[in-house]
């Protein structure tokens, strides 16, 4: 017959069954822990406001940092890396060629992903086009045509407060991605050249224009040619009366002197003198 051995775990005085530490003591078997302190056995510190950007809390108040980070929360982000312009969902793309920044210079100016790996960006901390003085802890206006070389290439880059503008040739603008001064392709407002077809050239455009129709001088829209009857009444229920008797184009019924009112088979009426279409029509007497 064996005898049974018992083992009683050791208490620490006042009855805990570790030490407290870091200045915590022990009472009635609990750990009062010192400020800054929490856990059984005092062993967690508490950082009143959490640690940033993947930092971890070691002391009180005292956060661990990956490389590129330091501040008290980690807070200030030294990292540098690619900025993007454009993201499809997982993927980011049209990356400033020759750029690489901080996160809050690209984010805060014309940025929408940063890093590589790339990391979309968040809220700012200051409005955009701003970003916080390390020294006064005041947001100030970043001047964007000097922080982010390449700006308006094709241009001038034009500083303002909270962002930038391109001042670019003539029939080009700033383009969304590149941020380079680009050709505008006029043929795609639909409302361009009607009657005919838009053609997109560097810096302008012109319009080859269908059958019956002529450009007028500067090419940039189509003159109808073709003669109908010109009448010189419209009733306010758009009937047509008192046919000319010599049949006009659509300019010369519309636009000549107590001339028409509507012209054609389908009785269009003519554009109210003054407005745009009036002008478009007029313009062409001088081709």
């Not at 009426?269 to 062409?284: K, V």
């Amino acid at each position: 017959m064996h005898d049974c051995i018992y083992i009683f775990a050791a208490r620490t005085r006042g009855g805990c069954r570790r030490i407290c530490m870091n200045g915590g003591t022990c009472t009635n078997g609990t750990c009062a822990c010192a400020p800054g302190w929490s856990g059984e056995f005092c062993t967690e510190p508490i950082c009143r406001e959490p640690c940033l950007h993947g930092g971890r809390c070691i002391a009180p108040d005292r956060c661990v940092c990956f490389h590129g980070l330091s501040g008290t929360r980690c807070e200030i982000d030294r990292r540098t890396g690619p900025c993007y312009t454009e993201t499809r969902n997982a993927l980011c793309t049209g990356a400033l060629e020759g750029v690489v920044c901080t996160k809050q210079l690209c984010c805060a100016t014309v940025g929408r992903a940063w890093g590589h790996p790339c990391e979309r960006c968040g809220n700012l901390d200051c409005p955009h086009g701003h970003i916080r003085n390390l020294a006064t802890k005041e947001c100030q206006d970043i001047d964007e045509c000097a922080a982010v070389p390449g700006l308006c290439t094709g241009g001038r880059c034009v500083n303002s407060v909270g962002s930038f503008s391109c001042e670019c040739p003539a029939g080009q603008r700033r383009h969304p991605v590149s941020n380079n001064c680009e050709d505008i392709d006029e043929c795609e407002d639909p409302d361009i050249c009607p009657n005919g077809k838009c053609v997109n050239t560097e810096g302008d455009y012109y319009c080859l224009c269908n059958p019956h129709f002529i450009p007028s001088p500067d090419k940039k829209f189509c003159i109808d040619g073709r003669v109908r009857t010109c009448f010189s009444y419209l009733s306010e229920t758009g009937e047509c009366a008192d046919p000319l008797a010599m049949p006009l184009s659509n300019r010369d019924c519309c636009c000549g002197y107590n001339m028409g009112r509507a012209w054609g088979d389908l009785c269009q009426p003519c554009p109210p003198r003054g407005s745009g279409q009036y002008r478009l029509t007029e313009s062409s007497t001088n081709e």
